[in-house]
Structures are given as structure tokens and as C-alpha cells.
């Protein structure tokens, strides 16, 4: 009974239904996996040899799993003199302290900064605060989920919107004099969470519909935005493969770089990158009281690239 229980939690990390409680369930294959493992050393404490190997052959049917699903790279390439660009990006809906928030932004520093879940009173406060510091936006004003702005210390190229539905998605394309090239476009989405399976269709057409627009682009690709569901999801794998993209996370990582611990955690916001990028740093970003704010990225170009050029 204890060996069918465990494969059927397997099971369901594998291969999820389209029901919440399946989906819900797979969100969690990294800690179930980390659980499997302890409980086989419980067995091996019991001297249950037979549950203890079982346990120990799903835990590690699931690393393979989580392993294909993830990035194939487990340490970041060290930085060269290649151009590097720092992106950040932030669900406003999570942010409580204003000032705090705005006080972490002008530390991190980053040379692009995606919000998600913005509205007028938010714009504003970018308005007001960071003016100066980042002289250009592209946004598209909602009152619902999907308002999305991208701030930037460099002018942009092209500001455009594309829609899956009536879902919008925001594309600029950097203009920066480090670069040889210009052709460098950063794409924010926002995918509302699949609770039900109409939600679920349309994550999936949305995701479909960016992998599309990816194919038309030439030039170097970082996508960013709150997708709402985790990293090892198949749904995300065949997003990443169909759009020749790379997850800049590195596996499962509880600890921040703050040393704040969060064993259940599920990340569910991303930062993608095509083959022109390698991603030298990838870290979530914490509040002074250890809340969740958003990550960050920072990203050079490879060093046979023809946009590594350079800095003047």
C-alpha cells in the first residue's frame, strides 16, 4: 500500500491531469522529491530495506524528471568583458512598503525593470520616484491584472503590444551604444493563474502565441513576466523548446542570496533568454522583513556573438 501511495505521488508529478488538485500537487515536485528522499532515510533508520530502495528509485526517477525540466547548466559561466545587461522584475501586487520597495529598486541597479499588476497609482509613483533614473517606459495601462510596464535607462527602439485574446503582451527593442547591435527585444507577459480549465486553455494559447512572435524576431531575446506556473511545469518545457529559450534559474534553491529560507516556495515569475545570452546571475529578490518582491537577472552576450561587441 506505502509503495503504491508513493509511485502514485510520482505519477501525478509526471504526468498531471487537468484538474487543480493534480496540477497543485506537481507544483510541489521539487519538495516532494527532497521528502521522498528523507523518508527513505526514515525506512533505512526502520531497517525497511525493500520501501527504502523503492523510496530512493522514485526519489530518483523524479531528479531525472526535475533535471530535463530544468536548465542543463548548474553553475553560472563566469563573467567576461562581453556587454551585459541587468533586468529586474516585480508583481506590484506583492509590494506592501512602498519605500522600502522604491529603496531596493535604486540598489539593484538594474538597467531594465519589468512590473506586472501595475495601475495609474503605481505609475505615478514610478512617475514621481524614478523619473530620472529611468527616463523611459513602454506600458499598457489596465485597472485589472494585466497592467504591464517595462522602465528603462535606455531609449527604446519600438514599443509595440501584441494580444493572445484580449491578453496583452509588451515587446521593446533596446537601443544601447555598448552594443554592436540593436537588435536586443525584451518581452513582459502576465498569465493569469490556471485554476480552471477555460484559464488553463488560454495560459496555454498565450504561451503558444509568444512562441509565435519569438520566431519572427531577429536578434537577441529575453522574456520576463509572471507565468504562474513553476519552472519544471511540461507546459513551460515545450514553451522553452518551441521558442529556443533558456530558463535562467538554476535548479531548486531554497535559500536566497539574502539567506532567507523558503522550503515551499514554487516560483512562479521567469526570466527566459535565447542562445545569444549567457546568464551569469539569477537572484530573488527579498524586502527588508524577508518578503518576496521579484528577481533579477543579469545577462551577457556570448562571446562568438555578433552583439558582443565592445564598451565604448
Request: aromatic fraction near 14%.
Amino acid at each position: 500500500m506505502i509503495m503504491g501511495v508513493l509511485g502514485l505521488g510520482v505519477f501525478c508529478c509526471l504526468y498531471p491531469v487537468h484538474l487543480f488538485i493534480f496540477k497543485w500537487w506537481a507544483h510541489y515536485a521539487m519538495q516532494i522529491t527532497l521528502g521522498y528522499w528523507l523518508l527513505g532515510l526514515v525506512f533505512l533508520c526502520f531497517k525497511q530495506e525493500r520501501l527504502m530502495l523503492y523510496t530512493f528509485t522514485v526519489a530518483a526517477v523524479l531528479c531525472i524528471f526535475l533535471k530535463v525540466m530544468s536548465n542543463v547548466g548548474i553553475e553560472y559561466p563566469p563573467k567576461t568583458n562581453a556587454p551585459a545587461l541587468k533586468i529586474a522584475h516585480f508583481n506590484l501586487s506583492y509590494i506592501e512598503d512602498v519605500p522600502p520597495f522604491l529603496h531596493s529598486l535604486r540598489q539593484l541597479n538594474a538597467d531594465l525593470i519589468s512590473v506586472q499588476e501595475t495601475s495609474p497609482v503605481w505609475n505615478k509613483i514610478f512617475r514621481d520616484s524614478l523619473r530620472r533614473a529611468y527616463p523611459y517606459k513602454c506600458g499598457v495601462e489596465s485597472l485589472d491584472l494585466y497592467g504591464l510596464a517595462i522602465y528603462s535607462k535606455y531609449p527604446f527602439v519600438k514599443c509595440d503590444t501584441f494580444y493572445s485574446g484580449r491578453i496583452p503582451n509588451i515587446v521593446v527593442q533596446v537601443k544601447d551604444t555598448q552594443y554592436s547591435k540593436q537588435n536586443i527585444y525584451i518581452i513582459s507577459s502576465y498569465i493569469a493563474p490556471p485554476l480552471y480549465q477555460s484559464a488553463y486553455q488560454d495560459m496555454q494559447k498565450q504561451l503558444k502565441n509568444i512562441a509565435l512572435y519569438i520566431e519572427k524576431l531577429k536578434g537577441a531575446i529575453i522574456t520576463v513576466g509572471d507565468y504562474n506556473i513553476p519552472p519544471t511545469s511540461t507546459e513551460l518545457a515545450f514553451f522553452r523548446s518551441s521558442a529556443k529559450l533558456n530558463d535562467s534559474r538554476r535548479g531548486y534553491r531554497p535559500i536566497h542570496s539574502d539567506g532567507h529560507i523558503s522550503l515551499l516556495e514554487v516560483p512562479m515569475d521567469h526570466l527566459f533568454y535565447s542562445y545569444h545570452f549567457q546568464c551569469i546571475d539569477f537572484q530573488t529578490i527579498n524586502g527588508i522583513k524577508g518578503e518576496r518582491l521579484g528577481i533579477s537577472g543579469i545577462y551577457q552576450f556570448m562571446q562568438d556573438s555578433i552583439y558582443a561587441g565592445k564598451k565604448n
